[in-house]
């Protein structure tokens, strides 16, 4: 039976985001929270988190807001008079590692006292910048798995390729899709306008990823950007090309991720929703949660 893991992306960006993050994992299909630990909304969502335990969690290291360290810990990672991260900390090479590594300790210090663990998934060590290095350092001290999966390249001509997963992994069969690689056709338009058109889950339903071809003991995890928008989210928040195309899109991805045509999916394609840790390590924790509130999901 494959399986699906539906990971949700930015969670902790701001209260207001979060309302239609939460949204999805109370009346909605999402399994996994990737939580930034930088942001306006970061306490209060490992404090919801906390009471859901089915709920695997990542660290979404984007480093888009504000250190949690005092700016005159982390000088080299701010923008000069501002609180605020360089838009280039994750690439520059002028950044103390020192001070990176500090700041990294002290999100997840911050994550521990909150939430009574560290995230489930931290940052590959694959990229060499300091920012990176500190990032993997960390990410080893507290345990957490990176490089578990096979990404899922859309190729030009329809058929797609994987990328490589760490061999201690490599067995698990986990491969790894998110609407903005896989579905960028979806998302990224030529206007905004284009972009009303957009269908949250259409991608997935239609298989573009082709999990049909996977192994059926294959576990997809499937990224999605669910959430309201306030100022914050608006303007900011993601520094990158395309966030006037994913602040508009975040509302669409909690209606799609609440709704019945994916229900009617998951259930007509016998597919087993599960958490990220059920993926590595053989457990049922989601599936349990789906009996434990009488779920027509749940299929043990």
Same mark, same amino acid.
């Not at 489930?120 to 999966?149: I, L, N, Q």
């Not at 998302?187 to 997935?204: F, M, N, P, Q, S």
């Not at 959430?227 to 669409?252: H, I, Q, W």
């Given at each position: 039976?494959?399986?699906?893991?539906?990971?949700?992306?930015?969670?902790? $960006?701001?209260?207001?985001h979060?309302?239609?993050?939460?949204?999805?994992?109370?009346?909605?299909?999402?399994?996994?929270?990737?939580?930034?630990?930088?942001?306006?909304?970061?306490? &209060?969502?490992l404090?919801r988190?906390?009471?859901? !335990?089915w709920?695997?969690?990542?660290? #979404? @290291?984007h480093?888009?807001?504000?250190?949690?360290?005092?700016?005159?810990?982390?000088?080299?990672?701010?923008?000069?008079?501002?609180?605020?991260?360089r838009?280039?900390?994750?690439?520059?090479m002028?950044?103390?590692?020192?001070? &990176?590594?500090?700041?990294?300790?002290?999100?997840?210090?911050?994550?521990?006292d909150?939430?009574?663990? @560290?995230?489930?998934?931290?940052?590959?060590?694959?990229?060499?910048?300091p920012?990176?290095?500190?990032?993997?350092?960390?990410?080893?001290?507290?345990?957490?798995?990176?490089?578990?999966?096979?990404?899922?390249?859309?190729?030009?001509?329809?058929t797609?390729?994987?990328?490589?997963a760490?061999?201690?992994?490599?067995?698990?069969h986990? $491969?790894? @899709?998110?609407?903005?690689?896989?579905?960028r056709?979806?998302?990224?338009?030529?206007?905004?306008?284009?972009?009303?058109?957009?269908?949250?889950?259409?991608?997935?339903?239609?298989?573009?990823?082709?999990?049909?071809?996977? !192994?059926?003991?294959a576990?997809?995890? #499937?990224?999605?950007?669910p959430?309201?928008?306030?100022?914050?989210? @608006?303007?900011?928040?993601?520094?990158?090309?395309?966030?006037?195309?994913?602040t508009?899109s975040r509302? $669409?991805?909690?209606?799609?991720?609440?709704?019945?045509?994916?229900?009617?999916?998951?259930?007509?394609?016998?597919?087993?929703?599960?958490?990220l840790?059920?993926?590595l390590?053989?457990?049922?924790?989601?599936?349990?949660?789906?009996?434990?509130?009488?779920?027509?999901?749940?299929? $043990?």
């Amino acid at each position: 039976m494959k399986k699906l893991i539906v990971r949700t992306d930015d969670v902790g $960006y701001t209260e207001v985001h979060d309302i239609g993050v939460f949204e999805t994992y109370d009346r909605g299909y999402s399994t996994s929270a990737d939580v930034m630990l930088d942001s306006p909304g970061t306490v &209060a969502a490992l404090k919801r988190l906390k009471n859901m !335990p089915w709920v695997s969690i990542g660290w #979404h @290291a984007h480093f888009w807001n504000s250190p949690v360290l005092d700016t005159s810990e982390v000088k080299s990672m701010v923008i000069p008079g501002t609180n605020r991260f360089r838009l280039d900390v994750k690439t520059a090479m002028d950044v103390d590692y020192n001070e &990176a590594l500090a700041e990294c300790r002290t999100q997840l210090k911050l994550c521990m006292d909150i939430l009574g663990k @560290a995230p489930d998934v931290g940052g590959s060590d694959k990229e060499d910048t300091p920012f990176a290095r500190a990032v993997s350092v960390v990410t080893k001290e507290y345990g957490m798995v990176y490089d578990f999966g096979h990404r899922i390249k859309l190729n030009p001509d329809g058929t797609v390729s994987y990328g490589e997963a760490s061999p201690k992994w490599d067995s698990k069969h986990i $491969y790894l @899709a998110d609407n903005g690689a896989i579905g960028r056709e979806s998302i990224i338009k030529e206007t905004l306008r284009e972009l009303e058109d957009y269908d949250a889950v259409g991608w997935l339903l239609r298989d573009t990823h082709k999990l049909s071809e996977l !192994p059926e003991d294959a576990a997809v995890m #499937h990224g999605f950007h669910p959430g309201y928008v306030d100022y914050y989210v @608006a303007r900011l928040g993601d520094p990158g090309p395309y966030m006037r195309y994913y602040t508009l899109s975040r509302t $669409y991805d909690v209606e799609g991720l609440c709704s019945q045509r994916l229900h009617d999916w998951i259930k007509e394609n016998n597919i087993e929703l599960c958490n990220l840790r059920d993926a590595l390590y053989g457990t049922h924790e989601y599936q349990n949660h789906l009996r434990n509130i009488g779920s027509d999901l749940c299929v $043990y």
